[in-house]
């Protein structure tokens, strides 16, 4: 980790103060979180985030470290491992009963693989938490299996919606918190500059 790094995520820690409402610390439980698109430089604030929010499962839609586009720069590949490690290490040193990651376009499934112990890794597909279905997938496609939820990240377009029954949840938008008890979704912001760490604003559809 650069030393610049290092100082935006302590005054990215500053400023962006973890608060959960009552609201979503009171929901039914089991929980899961959805994260999508994540900058190296958030890192602390999500650590701090799952430590008191404790959800039951995570789900995260791919692109674990944005801040280095893989695939447009693959120079910075011993930056990514490293970086990679570290938060695979840091998630799964707290107290969550199941990690999902999804493969994303600046990932390397192998070592996501080779780094963790406790999730599961995936291009994309079907998994079943709690008697509801999830289609996790780090880009959004018209034609999907049918599920009670649709995960995915990668793009500000399309934002979250329904289509029928199913729930489809773009990771770029907000933090999610799912009940699965009774299906309420509450959405929890990211810390202020996440966009500009992850090099991407509204005007672009993807990276």
């Given amino acids: 980790m650069s030393f610049r ?3 935006l995520q302590a005054v990215n820690l500053f400023i962006n103060r973890v608060y959960i409402p009552r609201l979503v610390l009171r929901m039914n439980r089991p929980i899961v979180m959805h994260i999508s698109d994540t900058p190296e430089e958030i890192y602390p604030y999500l650590y701090n985030l799952l430590e008191k929010l404790k959800p039951d ?11 280095i586009k893989l695939e ?9 491992h490293q970086a990679l490690e570290g938060f695979i290490n840091n998630l799964e040193s707290l107290d969550i009963n199941k990690i999902y990651y999804i493969s994303g376009n600046h990932d390397q499934r192998a070592k996501i693989e080779s780094f963790t112990d ?9 998994i079943a938490i709690e008697n ?3 289609y996790l997938n780090h880009f959004f496609v018209k034609e999907s299996p049918k599920a009670d939820f649709y995960l995915y990240g990668h793009s500000f377009e399309p934002k979250s919606h329904r289509k029928g029954q199913e729930i489809r949840l773009n990771g770029l938008e907000a933090i999610r918190v799912i009940s699965l008890k009774n299906n309420v979704i509450k959405k929890l912001p ?4 996440t966009n500009g760490f992850r090099k991407m604003d509204r005007s ?4």
């Fill in 5 to 7: 790094t290092k100082v």
């Fill in 57 to 67: 499962y995570l789900i995260h839609t791919g692109d674990i470290v944005d801040n």
């Fill in 72 to 80: 447009i720069v693959p120079k910075l590949e011993p930056d990514y």
């Fill in 118 to 126: 406790k999730g599961t890794v995936l291009e994309e597909g079907i």
């Fill in 132 to 134: 509801n279905k999830f």
């Fill in 190 to 193: 990211y810390p202020l500059g």
């Fill in 204 to 207: 672009y559809r993807g990276l």
